[in-house]
C-alpha cells in the first residue's frame, strides 16, 4: 500500500554502459531532470554518468500526480506581476515548447488532455478569471468553463480549461527517457547513492535532485524546502467521471482518472502544513484521510483503495527553479526547485542545463538563475 501505483508497473531492465575513468558530466540525479540532462549531453557527445541512489524515477518523479502542465507554480497573472511580461511569456513558452518534445519522445506515457483549473469558491473564481484573461491577452490558448457537468456542478463555481497539458504516466515516461539516454551512451548508475560531490571524477556536476538534495552544497539545503506530497490511487470506478487532469483550491487539491477507471487524487498538505515541509517519504493519517474524505464527495461510491504513498519536490521562496552554474563555482551545475511542476519544469531544466555545458546557453535559462537565491 506504500508503493507508487506509477511504479508498480514492471519495466525492462536498463541497459548497461560503463564508462571507466573520469567523465565529463556527473549527473546526481536519475528522475526526470538527471535523464533529461543525460540524454542531450550523451547526444552532445559528451561522457555522461548518472548516479541514482535507488531506481531511476523512484524519487519524485514516480510519486506525483501524474500532471504535465505547462507554466510554473505562480498563476500566469502573477507570473507577469512578479517576473514581468516577457519574462513571464518566456517562461510559459518553453514549458508548452517542453510539452511538444514530450509528447514526441513519451509515447503511450503521455496523453495530451488539457486540464482544468476548478474553483472552489467564489474567491477563488475572481482569481481563475484574472489567470484566464492575462493569458488570453498574451496570445495563449485558454478557454473559460462557466457551465460543469456532473460530478463539478455544485461544488465548484466554474474552471479554467488549459488546452496545451496532459496527463502522464511519469515512471514509465522517465524509465523510457533513461533507455534513450543509455541508447546515446550514458552511463546510468542506479543504486549509487553520492554523499560528497568529492566522490564524483568528472569535470562537472550536476545536481539533479529536486526536493532530495540536502547534504551536498548548504547554500541549496537553505533556498530549496524539501516538501511532501501525499497520493492515493483507487481500483477501476463504476463510471467515468474525468477526462483530464483536475485541480482545485490552488493546487492544494488535484485528481485525475487513468485509462483504466481509477481514480488518482492527491493534495490536502493544507491538513497538516507544517508537517508537510519535510524530507520524511511518509503517508500521515491526517491527510490521507483528507484525500480519502476529497475522493469520496467527488465519486459518490464506494472506493477501493488500492496504493497510497508519499513523494518530496523541492520548493524555493519564489516558487520558481533553480537552474544553471552554482555562484562561485567553475563544475557545479543545478536544476531543482520546481515547486510541485517538475514534471514538465523538470524536463526543460534538464535540458537547458546540458545545453549550456555543451556551450549553446539559451536565453531562458536566466529565469532560473541560481545566484539570485544563493
Known amino acids: 500500500m506504500s508503493t507508487s501505483y506509477w511504479l508498480a508497473e514492471e519495466t525492462p531492465a536498463l541497459e548497461q554502459n560503463r564508462l571507466d575513468g573520469r567523465v565529463d558530466v556527473a549527473i546526481v540525479g536519475g528522475g526526470v531532470t538527471g535523464c533529461a540532462c543525460a540524454h542531450a549531453l550523451a547526444r552532445g557527445g559528451l561522457r555522461v554518468r548518472v548516479h541514482e541512489a535507488r531506481k531511476v524515477a523512484e524519487g519524485a518523479s514516480g510519486r506525483n500526480g501524474g500532471f504535465a502542465l505547462r507554466g510554473g507554480a505562480p498563476a500566469y497573472d502573477d507570473a507577469r506581476r512578479e517576473l514581468g511580461p516577457e519574462r513571464a511569456r518566456s517562461l510559459w513558452e518553453l514549458t508548452e515548447r517542453a510539452l511538444d518534445r514530450i509528447e514526441s519522445l513519451a509515447g503511450d506515457a503521455f496523453e495530451r488532455t488539457g486540464s482544468l483549473r476548478l474553483a472552489a469558491e467564489e474567491a477563488e473564481l475572481a482569481v481563475l478569471r484574472a489567470e484566464h484573461d492575462a493569458l488570453r491577452e498574451d496570445g495563449f490558448a485558454v478557454e473559460w468553463r462557466s457551465a460543469l457537468g456532473e460530478p463539478l456542478r455544485g461544488r465548484f463555481f466554474g474552471a479554467v480549461f488549459h488546452p496545451p497539458?496532459?496527463?502522464?504516466?511519469?515512471?514509465?515516461?522517465?524509465?523510457?527517457?533513461?533507455?534513450?539516454?543509455?541508447?546515446?551512451?550514458?552511463?546510468?548508475?542506479?543504486?549509487?547513492?553520492?554523499?560528497?560531490?568529492?566522490?564524483?571524477?568528472?569535470?562537472?556536476?550536476?545536481?539533479?535532485?529536486?526536493?532530495?538534495?540536502?547534504?551536498?552544497?548548504?547554500?541549496?539545503?537553505?533556498?530549496?524546502?524539501?516538501?511532501?506530497?501525499?497520493?492515493?490511487?483507487?481500483?477501476?470506478?463504476?463510471?467515468?467521471?474525468?477526462?483530464?487532469?483536475?485541480?482545485?483550491?490552488?493546487?492544494?487539491?488535484?485528481?485525475?482518472q487513468t485509462r483504466d477507471g481509477r481514480l488518482v487524487i492527491g493534495g490536502c498538505r493544507d491538513r497538516a502544513l507544517e508537517e508537510e515541509f519535510t524530507a520524511e517519504e511518509a503517508t500521515t493519517a491526517a491527510v490521507q484521510e483528507g484525500i480519502e474524505e476529497l475522493a469520496a464527495e467527488l465519486t459518490g461510491e464506494p472506493l477501493q483503495i488500492s496504493h497510497r504513498w508519499a513523494g518530496i519536490f523541492g520548493t524555493t521562496d519564489d516558487r520558481i527553479p533553480?537552474?544553471?552554474?552554482?555562484?562561485?563555482?567553475?563544475?557545479?551545475?543545478?536544476?531543482?526547485?520546481?515547486?510541485?511542476?517538475?514534471?514538465?519544469?523538470?524536463?526543460?531544466?534538464?535540458?537547458?542545463?546540458?545545453?549550456?555545458?555543451?556551450?549553446?546557453?539559451?536565453?531562458?535559462?536566466?529565469?532560473?538563475?541560481?545566484?539570485?537565491?544563493?
Open 165 to 256: 497539458d496532459g496527463a502522464i504516466q511519469p515512471a514509465r515516461w522517465v524509465r523510457r527517457l533513461a533507455a534513450l539516454a543509455s541508447e546515446a551512451g550514458a552511463d546510468i548508475r542506479e543504486d549509487t547513492p553520492v554523499r560528497a560531490l568529492d566522490e564524483l571524477d568528472a569535470h562537472a556536476v550536476v545536481i539533479a535532485t529536486d526536493g532530495y538534495t540536502k547534504g551536498l552544497v548548504s547554500s541549496l539545503d537553505a533556498a530549496v524546502q524539501p516538501t511532501r506530497g501525499q497520493v492515493i490511487v483507487t481500483e477501476p470506478l463504476q463510471r467515468r467521471l474525468f477526462d483530464c487532469p483536475h485541480y482545485a483550491r490552488h493546487g492544494y487539491d488535484y485528481w485525475q
Open 322 to 374: 533553480l537552474a544553471g552554474r552554482l555562484p562561485d563555482s567553475d563544475r557545479v551545475w543545478v536544476a531543482c526547485g520546481y515547486s510541485g511542476h517538475g514534471n514538465v519544469l523538470g524536463f526543460a531544466c534538464g535540458e537547458l542545463v546540458a545545453e549550456a555545458i555543451l556551450g549553446r546557453r539559451a536565453p531562458e535559462l536566466e529565469l532560473f538563475e541560481p545566484a539570485r537565491l544563493l
